[in-house]
């Protein structure tokens, strides 16, 4: 009986150091579910609010491409606006008032994003169109960026500022950031909803 109870302590010690690490201290483990579940409120201290939009061509060109990223800063809404498969040169880019790129020349996403009724021209920080973005540069390689911020976009919550549910347009040719209400900037040959 005493040979039974010792190694059943035996036992019992084996299995208790076998969860013990290097130190003789017992290791702990963190569950899967739990460090998933942390990373999404990680994600937003550091960033805070974000919506993005990816481009699709329209108005016969076919091979444009690219991404609108909005992201929530200190300062208000920064944007990073890529095109790739672009025709060089200066291309017109601007926020439209309708979250629709159904229609194949992307008219369906209706005029420029203007609530506050101001004359079209360069981007802010004059009191222009809060979808006015001004040009974007594409190189020989087709591939081009554009960075932007705005203290007054707001992203979600529903106000006439609010980015959510818009379009990001791409033009077939330079904004000439003088002409109302559009900028003479040619055919709509991009087209991408702000999600």
Known sequence: MQKSILILGLAAG????AHKGASGAAEETTPTAQVEQATPAAAASAGGAAASAKLE?????????????????????????RVEGA?????????????????????????HWNPAGHKHGAPPPSAV???DLGNIHVGADGTGELTLSSAEWKLGGGSAEDLIGKAVV????PDDLVSDPAGNSGPRIGCAVIQ
Request: charged residues 15%.
């Open 14 to 17: 084996i299995v208790g150091c």
């Open 57 to 81: 061509p329209r108005s016969g060109n076919t091979t444009l491409a690219g991404q609108a990223q909005f992201s929530q800063t200190a300062d208000g809404v920064k944007l990073v606006l």
């Open 87 to 111: 025709p060089p040169g200066e291309h017109g880019a601007h926020i439209h008032e309708k979250g629709d790129c159904s229609d194949p020349e992307a008219k369906s996403a209706g005029g």
């Open 129 to 131: 169109h809060l979808g």
């Open 170 to 173: 791409i033009h077939g040719g």
